[in-house]
């Protein structure tokens, strides 16, 4: 099986950083396209930031110039640099990857448990 687990949440001032990481572990051959979502209190689940294996990345527009998603291949790990964060970011984060498990086998989608960030003053 595989697991990801996301750390690195917590309560912030508006204004300030936090970097989120993703931890895949179990059994890996591979993993395509890691994301990062949100869901927001009495809102949908949106996807955040989005970043190929080769590295490609996309945000959603209300993101862009302020977090950055990065991903280390070798760690099979993931990270979200959020900066200058807002009180609307508030939400649970998870990460979602596609992971290969065996070669030449399809992809399967995993998530994790999620962390909470906490943008308040």
């Known amino acids: 099986q595989v697991q990801l687990v996301e750390s690195g949440g917590g309560l912030v001032q508006p204004g300030g950083s936090l970097r989120l990481s993703c931890a895949a572990s179990?059994?890996?051959?591979?993993?395509?396209?890691m994301d990062w979502y949100r869901q927001a209190p009495g809102k949908q689940r949106e996807l955040v930031a989005t970043?190929?294996?080769?590295?490609?990345?996309n945000y959603v527009d209300s993101v862009k110039g302020r977090f950055t998603i990065s991903r280390d291949n070798a760690k099979n790990t993931m990270y979200l640099q959020m900066n200058s964060l807002k009180p609307e970011d508030t939400a649970v984060y998870y990460c979602?990857?596609?992971?290969?498990?065996?070669?030449?086998?399809?992809?399967?989608?995993?998530w994790g448990q999620g962390t909470r960030v906490t943008v308040s003053s």
């Open positions: 979602n990857a596609a992971v290969i498990q065996y070669a030449r086998s399809w992809p399967g989608d995993y």
């Open positions: 179990g059994r890996i051959f591979s993993i395509n396209n």
């Open positions: 970043i190929t294996r080769s590295g490609s990345t």
